[in-house]
Nanobody
Framework: QVQLVESGGGLVQPGGSLRLSCVASGSIFSIYDLGWYRQAPGKQRELVAGITSGGSTNYADSVKGRFTISRDNAKNTVYLQMNILKPEDMAVYYC?????????????WGQGTQVTVSS
């Protein structure tokens, strides 16, 4: 069982930066793949960035070069550093932890944190 608590969202001007954090508790953090997703009004939830238990990362094309996902297993935390924010980045951001084992998908979500980009 994994419980996720997010923080770091808020209001920022275009071109600004935010750092999102998601702290996990209740299970062995290091064995999970982690991801940041976002959902804007009227749109489907999309994967923004992912990082595997082995440390491999992937990013949506729209955020490559601007966002960085990282994890600190000792702190049970996954981060999303967001730079050069654009209005189109406005969304609720969710962290996700998942693990596949014995043909079953174990997936957990944070509560979401609002990111607003506006001048």
């Amino acid at each position: 069982q994994v419980q996720l608590v997010e923080s770091g969202g808020g209001l920022v001007q275009p071109g600004g930066s935010l750092r999102l954090s998601c702290v996990a508790s209740g299970s062995i953090f290091s064995i999970y793949d982690l991801g940041w997703y976002r959902q804007a009004p009227g749109k489907q939830r999309e994967l923004v960035a992912g990082i595997t238990s082995g440390g491999s990362t992937n990013y949506a094309d729209s955020v490559k070069g601007r966002f960085t996902i990282s994890r600190d297993n000792a702190k049970n935390t996954v981060y999303l550093q967001m730079n050069i924010l654009k209005p189109e980045d406005m969304a609720v951001y969710y962290c996700n932890a998942n693990r596949k084992w014995l043909g079953r998908d174990y997936q957990y979500w944070g509560q979401g944190t609002q990111v607003t980009v506006s001048s």
